[in-house]
Structure formats: structure tokens, C-alpha cells
């Protein structure tokens, strides 16, 4: 995060997108009176305006917007003023129709909903910055305004267009890339294979449809340029604003649990002044408090300390094909664990919910029902809450755990020219966190080349796609005593997706002292047992590897198949440290129960000593204070040790906190 340019707030904001233009203006009165009820301290608006504020191309109206803030600020209320430029009105795509995307089939898409523009359109960018530059004009200096809402998720829905401008601008990314020469994107991509040398460079196109798999490192590449293009959107539209505005920090949307055309955030965060999240829970996710903590602790590993939580819900979402309201307490329990695990403001899609539009059956702060509703409820009691938690604002996280998450090891995995088509990269990822989650132990995410000095332990639990650089430093942190534990599949190809020769896992060979000569993934349902130091009853799934010692020892064995008495889990001293493989994806149990040993080995402690099942806890430590944050997610209640103040109630603790059934409690502890 930058520090020039920080949010002049006091506390832990609060609030949500306010779009107070879907609704006649006698309502906004009630809007301020009831955002003051609610505590509400900062709210996102003019996110999706851009056909008000610009009805004719070049003709600006801003009439409601001067309302909108005037209004806010005179109500004590901090504006985070969007640029609206997710949503090109319908007079843009008739003046420049060669702007709307075309998908992978070649079908051009239509106009009539939101981000439907291809990315890389000269007349899309000069549209949106010339909306951002007016905006900017006009509301440098306004009092309201604190912070700039680039545009909104970028790529939700047009992470990539497969136009022939699209494939032009692709073209000028990779003669950069490859500095102008063919033959070494020509190497780079292996096109030897099935004749798909290239000769020129306007042969090559954007990997749209084909009768067979495409190129993986084609594929590969065009990720990063889709995710460069968007970037690069960005960045523009900052640096017109920072002209206009330069004290003014800038934020975008994250999106950090997205799909496999998810953006590769880490490039993202150092352009960015504040670095904010969005978050929905997904209904068919059996633990999706997991999710909450894991995406917490991803955007503040990339913010490098506090963020800012931009949405979530307060109850059901609109887009899932059946959309589950929060149970009794839910609500609160997710926003104070996006705090525990970093955020400094707590936001939700969207203030009042709306009576029209695609998005009338998203839950809201204020619902359908009006303040006689649960929700209300809710909502008034989450602002007191987060003005109680005011002094936990700007602490952070200290971890001695680092998990690798890398987007391009995630791309490359989930390309289709896999071994096996079950692997996901955050499914994987998330099976490892778990149990770490479980046992109370703060992670941080890092990439594979980050500076690993301060860790004890490193976990790898997927990272098929690895470069020299990022594999020597994930492999001399070991050599120089930490504990490296790498997962299946991975160290298996390199940047350009090309296989690393001489057996698997590749770049991790001799660092975890194992050779494996063939991969043997499993069916979907198959299990293979495994003996050894396990737990009685564990078993391999997913994947499974004739793997050879050449240094390590054999922790667990296949007991029984076609590698019956190969080992599946190894540890090897490497160095002054250790590196174990996990060739294999174990039963939840299982892995719960190597992770512990891992951890235990490692010197790794939990937040608390001892720990009641079923609630979390995370400690952000202050300048002065830390903040114990307990969250009961069994519904049970209980008791744990703690001594210090209860912010939540006010009360004082000695020696044991009462943690509600289903709540939270904060304790500060001196230092
Ligand atoms: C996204 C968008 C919001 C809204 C919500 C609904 O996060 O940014 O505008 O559509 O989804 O969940």
C-alpha cells in the first residue's frame, strides 16, 4: 500500500454501493437518516452511471452527482466515487459497435447489460478515460470524496474477447514479449508440434475455437496478455485521476475466489494505493468460513498488511442457481472474520436493495422488508460493532506459515492437456490451508520468489509450473533450514509450460531426494490405501506417482495397486532444513494428520494453545496491542484463556473470554 496516498477515515469503514440514482429522490433523505442509524461511514457510488453522468458522447451531466455528494457529505458520510466506466451506455456501442466482444465461438456479444466491451478497444479506452478525466475534474477537491472506485471487478465478465482487434493488440504483446522475434516464440510455444510453426506474426490469433486442444502455451500466454490488457486499463485510468486528484488514493475491486480466467492479482496490487476484496459465499461450499479466512489472508498477503473488504452480502446473492440466505448469525460472523484476517472496512453489495434490474433478488443492508427485518437488525449492530473495534484499524497479521499460490501455476493447471482433469488449484490449495485453519495457525500467501526469511515453514500444495528463479529460492530455503513441503504435480513444467526432463517433480528433484519415473492419477471415486505413518484407514485419492527415493526416507507407502509398496509421502534433510513430497492427494484426515506433523516438526504454534473445535482464532498485532479475535463457527459457544479487554462488550477479561454460541469476541491484549 502506498503511503502517501492512505484513506483519510478514522476507525473501520463502513457501509456499501450506494446507487441512490435507481431511486426517486424523496428517498435519499431517508438513505442519510438511516445510514447514520447504521453507522455507515463510507459508501461506493456512481459505479454503473456512466449513461446519467454522459447521456451524449462528450456531454456531461452531473447534476445528481453534485447531489449525491453534496448530500453525503453533509450527512458526515465519506464518498469512495467510482469511475463508471464497467457499464458503456447504449449510445457507445451504437457510435462503436466494433467495441462489443466477441467469445471464443466468434459470436459478437450484445450491448444491454454490463461489461460487454473488449478490453482491448481503442474506442472503448478513449471513451473511458475521457469519462474518468471529467469525473475527476469535477470532484478532485470535493470534501465527500476520499477514495476512487476504478471501474468494478475488472474482467467479471470480460476477462477475454477473441476479436481481431483483440488479436492485434495480442500480436504487439508477444513481440514484446519474445523482443520481436519469431523464432523464439516459436520455441517458447513448441510449435514443431502438429505444424504450428509460425512464419508470420499476423498468423497468429487469439486460441479461439478448434477441433482439437490448442497450443497450452498459446493458451498460457494469452491469460497473462488478458490479464495485462485489463491492467493496463487500469493503470490508465489511475494516472488520469492521480493528475486530477494526486492525494486521492485509488482502489479496485478484487475478486480473489474467481474462476480459472481470474486475474493475476499480485501484478495488480503494487498499482494500486489501497488494495480492497470482494467476497460472496458460494451456497454448495460445506465450510465456507474457510473461504472467508483463506481470501482474507491471500488480499492482505498481496496488500502487504490491511484492506479493505469492498463487498459482500448480507445475505442471499442473485447469481447462484439457488441462492441461500446467511444463517442466525452468519452475517457478522463473516464480516468480523474478514477483519480478523485483515480488512480495515467492512462493505457490502449494496446499500438498498433494488426493486428492479437483474439484481433485485441480491440481499442489501437495507431490505425489501424496510428496518423491520432481521437484516436491519443486523446491519445496525454490525456498525456498532466495527465502531467498537475502531483501534484494531491498521494491525496486521504475523505468520510463520507461507502457502505458494501463484496464478500462473493455477492457469497452467487447469489447462486441458492435463494428465488428470479433476485438478483445481484452489480446491488443492484450500485442502492444505484447512487443516491449518483448523488447528488456529496464521498463513500468509507468497509467490514462489518471494522472501521467504521470516517463515519457518513453506507449504507448496500445488505449483505444477515453476521457474528457475521461484524453485532455487523455494528450494534454498530449505537447503538454509526452513521446512518446504511441496504437493504432487508440481515442479513439473516450466514458465513456458515445457516439461522439466530427467523425472518428476522436475524442479524439485533433488531437493526432496525423489525421482518419479510415471504418473498414475486416479479415477474420480478411486481410492488407493496407504501404509505407514498415517492414521489407520488412510487413503490416497486423486493422483498417485511410482515415486523412487534417491535421498528421502518413505514417511507413507501405496499399500496396495499397481505402485503397492512405492512411496507416496517422503521427507528428506536437505541442507540445514527439510522438504517432504506429498506425491499424492491424501483423505482429509490424512492429510489433516501430516500437515500437524509438518507444522510440529517445523517449530510452527498455533495462535492459542489449546483450542476449542469449532472456533477460530486469529490474532492481528498492533503497534501497542494485540487483537485476539475468537469467532464461533460450531454454534456451540465456549470459554477460552485470555486476558485483556473484551472490545466487543466493554467488560474486562481475567484468565477466560465467553465466546457466544455462533458469535465473536475481541480481546485487546497489552503488550
Ligand atoms: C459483484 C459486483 C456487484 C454486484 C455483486 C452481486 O460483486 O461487483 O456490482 O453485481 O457482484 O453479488
Known amino acids: 500500500m502506498s503511503t502517501e496516498r492512505r484513506l483519510r477515515l478514522p476507525g473501520l469503514a463502513y457501509g456499501g454501493d450506494y446507487n441512490p440514482e435507481q431511486w426517486p429522490e424523496e428517498v435519499w433523505a431517508e438513505d442519510m437518516r438511516l445510514m447514520r442509524e447504521a453507522g455507515v461511514t463510507m459508501v461506493s457510488v456512481g459505479i454503473f452511471s456512466w449513461a446519467l453522468l454522459e447521456p451524449k458522447e462528450g456531454a456531461y451531466d452531473f447534476s445528481r452527482m453534485d447531489k449525491i455528494l453534496g448530500l453525503l457529505h453533509d450527512n458526515g458520510i465519506a464518498a469512495d466515487l467510482a469511475t463508471p466506466t464497467a457499464a458503456p451506455p447504449a449510445w457507445f456501442f451504437k457510435a462503436y459497435p466494433e467495441a462489443l466482444p466477441v467469445d471464443r465461438d466468434g459470436r459478437r456479444l450484445s450491448y444491454g447489460s454490463r461489461q460487454t466491451f473488449c478490453p482491448s478497444s481503442p474506442a472503448y ?17 470535493h470534501p465527500a470524496v476520499v477514495m476512487w472506485h476504478v471501474h468494478n471487478e475488472y474482467g467479471c465478465h470480460n476477462a477475454a474477447c477473441y476479436c481481431d482487434t483483440s488479436a492485434a493488440a495480442f500480436r504487439s504483446w508477444l513481440r514484446a514479449k519474445y523482443a520481436d522475434s519469431l523464432d523464439a516464440l516459436n520455441q517458447a510455444w513448441g510449435t514443431t ?3 504450428q510453426w509460425y512464419y508470420d506474426w499476423d498468423e497468429i490469433l487469439p486460441p479461439r475455437v478448434t477441433g482439437a486442444d490448442s497450443n497450452p502455451t498459446h493458451q498460457l500466454d494469452w491469460r497473462r496478455f488478458c490479464n495485462d490488457e485489463l491492467l493496463s486499463l487500469y493503470v490508465a485510468e489511475r494516472d488520469v485521476l492521480r493528475r ?8 479496485t475491486n478484487f475478486m480473489v475466489n474467481f474462476s480459472i480466467e481470474a486475474l493475476d492479482y499480485w501484478r495488480w496490487a503494487p498499482e494500486l494505493d489501497i488494495v480492497s476484496n470482494d467476497h460472496y459465499l458460494r451456497a454448495d461450499d460445506p465450510a465456507s468460513e474457510v473461504d472467508v479466512a483463506l481470501c482474507g489472508d491471500l488480499v ?3 496488500a502487504g498488511g490491511p484492506w479493505l473488504l469492498m463487498e459482500h452480502s448480507t445475505g442471499a446473492v442473485n447469481w447462484q442457481s439457488v441462492n441461500r440466505a446467511k444463517d442466525p448469525g452468519e452475517m457478522r460472523r463473516n464480516a468480523l472474520a474478514h477483519v480478523a484476517h485483515g480488512a480495515d472496512g467492512i462493505a457490502y453489495f449494496q446499500w438498498r436493495a433494488a426493486k428492479a434490474g437483474s439484481e433485485q433478488w441480491h440481499s442489501a443492508m437495507l431490505p425489501h422488508a424496510g428496518t423491520d427485518s432481521q437484516i436491519w437488525q443486523d446491519v445496525v449492530r454490525l456498525g456498532a460493532d466495527l465502531r467498537a473495534l475502531a483501534e484494531v484499524r491498521g494491525s496486521t497479521v504475523a505468520a510463520d506459515v507461507a502457502i505458494v499460490w501463484d496464478w500462473n501455476a493455477r492457469w497452467a493447471l487447469e489447462l486441458p492437456s492435463q494428465p488428470s482433469s479433476a485438478l483445481r488449484f484452489v480446491d ?10 483448523r ?8 509467490l514462489p520468489d518471494a522472501d521467504l526469511s521470516s517463515y519457518r515453514l513453506v507449504l507448496a500444495p500445488s505449483l505444477y509450473l515453476i521457474d528457475d528463479t521461484g524453485a532455487a529460492n523455494l528450494t534454498s530455503f530449505a537447503e538454509q533450514g526452513g521446512t518446504l513441503a511441496v504437493g504432487f504435480h508440481s515442479g513439473a513444467v516450466d514458465e513456458n509450460c515445457h516439461v522439466r526432463l530427467g523425472g518428476y517433480p522436475g524442479a524439485f528433484r533433488d531437493a526432496l531426494g525423489v ?6 492419477p486416479l479415477l474420480p471415486g478411486e481410492t488407493r490405501p496407504l501404509t505407514g505413518q498415517v492414521p489407520e484407514g488412510a487413503d490416497a485419492t486423486l493422483w498417485s506417482e511410482r515415486v523412487r527415493l534417491t535421498d528421502a526416507v518413505a514417511i507413507a507407502s501405496y499399500a496396495d495397486g499397481p505402485l503397492a509398496g512405492v512411496p507416496a509421502v517422503t521427507r528428506n534433510a536437505h541442507g540445514t532444513g527439510t522438504a517432504w513430497y506429498l506425491s499424492t492427494h491424501p483423505d482429509p484426515a490424512t492429510l489433516a494428520a501430516l500437515l500437524d506433523r509438518v507444522r510440529d516438526e517445523a517449530g510452527v504454534r498455533p495462535v492459542l494453545a489449546t483450542r476449542p473445535d469449532g472456533v477460530e482464532a486469529v490474532r492481528r498485532r498492533g503497534p501497542d ?8 463457527h460450531s454454534g456451540n459457544g465456549t470459554e477460552v484463556p485470555a486476558h485483556g479487554l473484551e472490545l466487543l462488550t466493554g467488560k474486562p477479561v481475567h484468565g477466560s473470554v465467553t465466546v457466544p454460541a455462533g458469535g465473536v469476541a475481541v480481546v485487546r491484549e497489552e503488550r
Do not use: K, N
Request: glycine share 4%.
Open 439 to 446: 488447528a488456529g495457525v496464521a498463513v500468509d500467501f507468497v
Open 125 to 141: 479506452r478513449t471513451a473511458a478515460l475521457r469519462m474518468a478525466g471529467a469525473l475527476a475534474e469535477r470532484y478532485a477537491d
Open 428 to 437: 488443492l490449495v484450500r485442502s492444505w490451508y484447512e487443516p491449518l485453519w
Open 515 to 520: 525421482r518419479t519415473d510415471e504418473l498414475f
Open 300 to 302: 492482505r498477503s498481496m
Open 244 to 251: 486530477a486528484a494526486p492525494a486521492v488514493p485509488a482502489t
Open 625 to 632: 496491542a494485540d487483537y485476539l479475535f475468537l469467532i464461533d
Open 193 to 195: 508440434f502438429w505444424s
